[in-house]
């Protein structure tokens, strides 16, 4: 036996394990997305069946299965639009009109993103200043730390009216209000996060801080914010997609002018089915945008912190 | 807290209310010193200030939070007299300064306490927030009715609580469409078939594989976009509320009951298979049990999500009652103070249910470390 027929099947078995890999992560999460949109298609045949039917037997024209089954496919306003009709809606929003036209699902985006992104600024910044505070005052752990878990108790998303109410009242309108209400969702779990990461390092460090007589500033720069910063981005994830939401339903109120919240208000009370659920995956895949962008923004802070 | 400072405060608090004495209260309403009643408490305020500031320890908050109440008092009072409210002057917000710092230094003394009893201790933590509430909410009441600040933009929270009070029946049946019927029934149908599901998941690990990040995909989606589609299935009622909660529920609760029925040891594992149990039997016995801390997070989780989720649903369409649909219409009829009754009955419904589940967890997972200090 020479070596290489000893290494040789050692490495196919190492392809083998890397192309098993492969297949063990992405063939169940793929037959899991095949199966929604067959179960999509069914239900989409099922519940527009009797809508297409009662159109036929309206005109009194003569009708086949087959001429309901297609038109449960591209009907006008669907009770549920089947995928291939949302997609097309979606990418004829996207790519249909000039990005600044009114129908345009960029246009839309862009409104609702703006909003988002300030009202995630203003929260992350809240929620930092808040955390440091906390961190660094017994009293405020003590008073303030509950009343901020209460805060969100309350379900934040009915103040949206009012606030979009009251701050219209006194001359603001636009961008700012619903930033308000996007900071106001996204702050909590930042500053939760940042609390939690700010008292994580090791008591042992900590003291060793102390031995060198360092200052209560360059503990907070060289030890307590490089070892929160995997605490900050976990809440910023789940911070951004909240942020969103806010902004989302801070369009419902202000009767719906342009925004992603506008066009699914717009659509529920036209009936524009299709509209809707265009919206819908608009707002998806802003977050899920959104969502890498936080992500990959991290990969570069853990590279540049020196992590692998 | 440093006692020099402490006294220093103190002071400064009874200076206030010594200015308050001299400084005009409104443009035409009568000084502080020809009221009868108001200047014998705000005297005795300034007094116990002075008396706390003697003490400089542990007896100065008792005695400091003694003299913030009688300053408060006297501070709520004078806004009673339609003269002052609305054009308050130095004098007034002096009062206020003065009960506003008293009870800051003693709540910064009462924090500082340490190496209680238990009990003490408890009731300390409890003190505080307690108190730091309260406080919040004065500074609320007297800076809206102080400053004349329209009922429109902000209503003063006396206001919200007595139309609270007054109108309890549209209340208790706005809660019941909106919390019993629409957040309760959603929230056990989602919960229930996120956990059954996660079941599934654990017995058959292909479906495991391909739902966890599908599961993770959607729990970060702004699933209340949904809301107006299920209004268009299901109609105006409930119904429609529920299905919205259901879908918001669901899938955080799949995400966290699949990470916790993994959560059991390799070693309980192989006990469990040298016993000979049954699929069944290790489920209860070992699984879920396992698994109880993961989905009382995603039931903490799904408290407030649900709340939210129906209330959003109700801006898309209701019958006439329900908290969101309150809401959105008094708000158009710029009746505010009904709208943060809604509010105050929002949060009162959410803490409460989140209160629940937290009493549920501390006694059904006693066991695990977190609790067991």
Known sequence: MTSSSLTLPARRATFFAARNAIVERYVPVATMVLALIAIWYVAAVAMNWALVRDAFEREETPYTVSDVLAGTMDAERPLLPAPHQVINAFVDGVFGYPPLAPRSLIYHSLVTLSATVLGFILGALFGIALALLIVHSRVLERSLLPWIICSQMVPVLALAPIFIVVLGAIGLQGLLPKSIISAYLCFFPIAIGMVKGFTSPDPLQIELMRTWSATSRQVLWKLRWPSAVPYLFASLKVAITISLVGAIVAELPTGGEAGIGARLLSGSYYGQTIQLWAALVAAAVLASALIGIVGLIERGVNSRMGAH | ?373
């Open chain 2, 1 to 373: 807290m440093d006692p020099r400072k402490l006294r220093l405060g103190f002071l400064l608090a009874t200076g206030a209310i010594a200015l308050a004495f001299v400084l005009p209260i409104a443009p035409d309403a009568l000084p502080l010193m020809a009221r009868p009643y108001l200047k014998e408490i705000a005297g005795a305020a300034g007094l116990l200030f002075l008396l706390a500031a003697w003490f400089a320890d542990n007896r100065a908050t008792v005695v400091g939070l003694a003299g913030a109440l009688l300053a408060a008092t006297a501070s709520l009072a004078l806004l009673n007299d339609a003269s002052v409210a609305g054009a308050a002057q130095a004098g007034f917000w002096m009062i206020v300064l003065a009960s506003w710092l008293s009870v800051a230094l003693s709540l910064v003394n009462l924090a500082a306490l340490q190496k209680l009893r238990r009990r003490a201790q408890q009731a300390v933590n409890l003190a505080v927030p307690l108190l730091f509430g309260a406080t919040a909410f004065y500074l609320w009441e007297v800076a809206v009715r102080g400053l004349g600040v329209p009922t429109v933009l902000l209503p003063p929270p006396s206001a919200a609580a007595t139309r609270f009070f007054a109108s309890l029946p549209t209340l208790a049946a706005d809660f019941t469409q909106t919390f019993i019927r629409g957040v309760l029934i959603g929230y056990v149908i989602g919960c229930g078939a996120g956990l059954l599901v996660a079941i599934l998941a654990h017995r058959y690990q292909f479906l495991a594989r391909g739902l966890l990040p599908l599961g993770n995909f959607f729990s970060a989606l702004p699933l209340v976009g949904v809301a107006p589609i299920m209004v268009m299935w299901f109609g105006f009622d409930w119904p429609s509320k529920a299905a919205v909660v259901v879908l918001v529920t669901f899938f955080p609760m799949l995400v966290n009951a699949i990470a916790g029925l993994s959560a059991s040891g390799h070693i309980e594992r192989d006990l469990m298979r040298s016993y000979a149990a049954s699929p069944g039997q290790s489920l209860t016995k070992l699984y879920l049990p396992a698994a109880l801390p993961f989905i009382f997070n995603a039931l903490k989780i799904n408290a407030t999500l649900a709340l939210i989720g129906a209330i959003v649903a109700e801006f898309f369409g209701t019958p006439t009652q329900g908290i969101g649909f309150r809401i959105s219409t008094e708000a158009g009829r710029m009746a505010i103070d009904m709208v943060w009754a809604e509010i105050a009955l929002a949060a009162l419904a959410g803490m409460a249910f989140y209160g629940c589940v937290t009493l549920a967890e501390r006694a059904t997972t006693f066991w695990h470390p977190s609790y067991r200090t």
